[in-house]
């Protein structure tokens, strides 16, 4: 039942290095050579985006098609993809400039460093009528942290464990500091235009947050929502599994706004809601699945994993419907075992060295990859 489905698209950050795990820039050189793929300011990492998209299966197509050009490209060179979103073996006290003349990368290096210096996917959705588009901002940007516990997969960084299961969104330089739970579009062009009238905001572009509206001429025109606060998923059926849980919840909310939207269903203000979904989001980057959190419909406190839960039997209706059950099924796995974040964070405590955890990895991610194919998901 494709038609029922919202049009969806990847931005997918990787970083490249050596089978040891070591991180190597080449961004430039695939840019140069590989016509889907775009620079970072890093030039440890690259990006490739694709295109809206309604079918899963073709979505899955998509979303490989360019990472195993990538691979085959980078095997030449006796270099390969890594896992994990930040620089796990790397050297996090020098920029290593992909652009040097760029001067939106000289504002990136000297504002924020190497904090920025990560690997992540957003997720893009399209909805185009602005108040199912602003109703469901606001319901991401409450469950967001959800997302990002099932994605979590950066708890190291230069060759030591950091203490939190998304080392990513615990040093992103969240930008502005502080972004309000939007009441309608007009709320969110006003904002805009006071954030780059104070400098808060150099562009249009510049809004790091865990999720925000986005379009072909923001902030006046928009088509999509963009969520990301996602770790770098490496299994694809993982991310598929995201990405139809929270296509579902969107679909749900636009005929039940008075049960889904935070803005009409909430106990709290929105000034309380956009405190207590940051507050989230800061809980999960430390402990993921394990984390504590207050829900959004009351602020009452509920663990992530049972969270998720009730999320997941609220879709799975919907889901049986759309023929989508099979697409959400790994999120059960994730579940039961953790995600990437605390699988490595165990056995590192077991005694397992980074550099170790980190060629089983790459080695996962390859083998991720030809699953997908096997399982009837050619390339073509």
């Known amino acids: 039942m494709t038609s029922s489905l919202l ?29 889907d793929f775009v620079t970072e300011p890093d030039r440890r990492n ?40 930040t620089l796990s073996l790397g050297d996090s006290s020098r920029f290593e400039r992909s652009d040097p003349t ?4 000289d504002l990136i290096e000297s504002a924020y460093g190497t904090r920025v210096v990560t690997a992540s996917i957003h997720i893009n959705l399209g909805i185009t009528d602005p108040d199912w588009l602003f109703a469901a901002v606001r319901l991401v940007r409450c469950e967001a942290a959800l997302l990002l516990a099932l994605s979590a997969s950066s708890p190291f960084l230069d060759g030591r464990a950091t203490g939190h299961h998304s080392q990513r969104w615990q040093q992103f330089p969240l930008t502005p500091a502080q972004v309000p739970l939007f009441r309608n579009h007009s709320h969110y062009i006003d904002w805009v235009q006071e954030q780059l009238a104070s400098g808060a905001m150099q562009n249009e572009r510049h809004l790091w947050t865990s999720v925000r509206p986005n379009g072909p001429n923001r902030p006046h025109e928009l088509n999509r929502v963009e969520l990301r606060i996602c770790d770098l998923v490496t299994d694809p059926a993982e991310l598929l599994a995201i990405t139809a849980l929270v296509e579902l919840r969107l679909l749900l909310l636009k005929d039940n706004r008075e049960s889904l939207d935070p803005l009409f269903s909430s106990s709290l203000s929105t000034e309380e809601l956009a405190a207590l979904s940051d507050a989230n989001d800061a809980s999960v980057a430390y402990s993921s699945l394990n984390a504590e959190l207050h829900g959004w419909k009351d602020g009452q406190r509920i663990r992530c994993r049972d969270w998720i839960q009730t999320l997941i039997d609220d879709v799975t209706p919907l889901a049986s419907t759309l023929n989508l059950e099979q697409v959400l099924t790994p999120l059960h796995a994730v579940l039961k075992s ?4 605390m699988r490595w964070v165990e056995a590192y405590a077991e005694g397992h060295q980074i550099s170790e955890l980190l060629q089983t990895a790459i080695a996962e991610m390859k083998e991720q990859e030809k699953a997908r194919l096997t399982a009837g998901l050619s390339l073509g």
Request: proline content about 6%; cysteine-free.
């Open 102 to 105: 760029n001067p939106y990368h």
């Open 46 to 85: 690259v990006e490739y985006i694709t295109a809206p998209i309604a079918d899963y299966q073709q979505l899955n197509e998509a979303l490989l098609r360019p990472r195993l050009r990538l691979r085959t490209w980078l095997a030449r060179r006796d270099l390969t993809l890594l896992p994990g979103s």
């Open 338 to 341: 953790g995600n990437q974040a």
């Open 7 to 35: 049009l969806k698209g990847f931005e997918v950050e990787l970083f490249t290095g050596l089978p040891s795990g070591q991180n190597v820039g080449i961004a430039s050189e695939v840019a140069d050579a590989l016509d």
